[in-house]
């Protein structure tokens, strides 16, 4: 909205020449029609003139103008008098309304101090739930192959929580590929009867000496001395352990309701001798 009076108007007019106007009163114009250009908030300009001598300038103007209106009482004279009055009166209105403001303009301050505000309130601040809580929630779990965690650096340094179908002839490698991930929580093994089908180098070993050996124990698999640094040495929280029968399918293996679950397996055309 342009201003009924400023500066530019007064100097083009004469006006502050012809009333000895200061150049306080001119600068005080320029304030006012700043404000009506939408260049200042009310706020503003009510802080800026009662901080400074803006506001004294401007009830010496309104006394001033009354004086010479007395002296001079000719239509012209009153007119202008009157038009730079009326402008006065509305910047004390503007200064007394400012002060009268109940509620802090928290958002106008400098971003340093809202920042130390924030910290002062939330220093003491306690948790209900203490403990980290994960920011990903996947309403359904997430199928993959093991060497997705060699590709997927955000999925490496965000997975907590794993289901493992442990088999495969390079189920020591992704167990290994497990230990390299900082936040996993939670391990899930799903065992079967293809958990002792590939023979490991221990295995190996002991039919060596006990030929009639047949069946291969647990401890005896592969991966499984890279499973037990990975529980004992990473920090795993939660394990445990599942059996898996010979009419679980792939698509039953998927329902679980862990927060941020991965499943390792090879698809189904791929061959048994991939990893887990």
Known sequence: MYPPLDDRVLQERSLHERYQLSDNVVGLF???GEHHRGLEPPEALGRRLRTSTLMRTCTDTISFLAVAMQKNPAPECMAECSEIIACCTEMLNIANESNQCKVLPFMKLPREIRQMVYQYYFKNLVLQRPGAHPSIILKDPIGCDCHCLQINETMKN??????????????????????EVPKLKSLLVLVSSSTTSIISV????????WPNRRQTRIPEA?????LTELVGECGVEYVSVAHVDNTTTFAGLTKSGAVFTAFFWPSQKEDQSNTL
């Open 30 to 32: 320029r304030v006012y």
């Open 222 to 226: 592969l991966g499984f001395d890279e």
């Open 202 to 209: 221990k295995e190996t070993l002991l039919r060596k000496y």
């Open 158 to 179: 965000h997975l907590r929580s794993v289901e493992v179908y442990w088999r495969g002839a390079q189920s020591d490698s992704a167990f290994k590929l497990l230990q």
